[in-house]
């Protein structure tokens, strides 16, 4: 929000699902989901395995009041194009 070219990864965050969790509400909440970009932290876990850590964000949340992670912006984080965001492309 404030420095408009500093962006972070969601690399190897899903192996602590609270933390991943309650990463992605804070931004959320800051309306910062767009500063987020895909990261797998290959070779530790592959892309797909992140891509299964980050849809299922919200399991951790199941049956409670708390909180959703958008799912339509979990798959806008997944399907950017961060090459062409960081003018890279």
Known sequence: RKHANVYTDISGLFYRPWTHYEALIKATEWNVLDKILFGSDFPIATPAETMAGLRGVNDI?????????????????????????????
């Open 61 to 89: 949340v199941e049956g409670s009041r708390l909180p959703r992670v958008p799912l339509d912006r979990i798959e806008e984080i997944i399907h950017r194009d961060s090459l062409a965001l960081l003018g890279l492309s």
